[in-house]
């Protein structure tokens, strides 16, 4: 069974740094693409950055230059680690793992405040 575990929400202050994780289990990992989403209240859920198998990233534009997506092979997880957080970061981060069905995380909340 496929399961990803999303950890490292909370509430910072506009300007402040977060680092979110997804433990990943029940499936090859390391080859797999993992992939960080978010979404904020009342609107859909949206692409934030990914991360492939052979380590080639991706960001949206929103965020390139503040955040950064990594992972540990070894330890079966992805890192976003967000810096200059702004209140429109705010929303539900999800991870996702793409194989032959997507799986995704139950999310963990991101609130920025000014």
């Known amino acids: 069974q496929v399961q990803l575990v999303e950890s490292g929400g909370g509430s910072v202050q506009a300007g402040g740094s977060l680092r979110l994780s997804c433990a990943v289990s029940?499936?090859?990992?390391?080859?797999?693409?993992m992939s960080w989403y978010r979404q904020a209240p009342g609107k859909e859920r949206e692409f934030v950055a990914v991360?492939?198998?052979?380590?080639?990233?991706n960001y949206d534009q929103a965020v390139e230059g503040r955040f950064t997506i990594s992972r540990d092979n070894r330890e079966r997880t992805v890192y976003l680690d967000m810096n200059d957080l702004r209140s429109e970061d705010t929303g539900i981060y999800y991870c996702?793992?793409?194989?032959?069905?997507?799986?995704w995380g139950q999310g963990t909340q991101v609130t920025v405040y000014s």
């Open positions: 996702k793992l793409d194989a032959a069905t997507a799986y």
């Open positions: 991360i492939h198998g052979g380590g080639t990233i």
């Open positions: 029940g499936t090859i990992f390391a080859t797999k693409s």
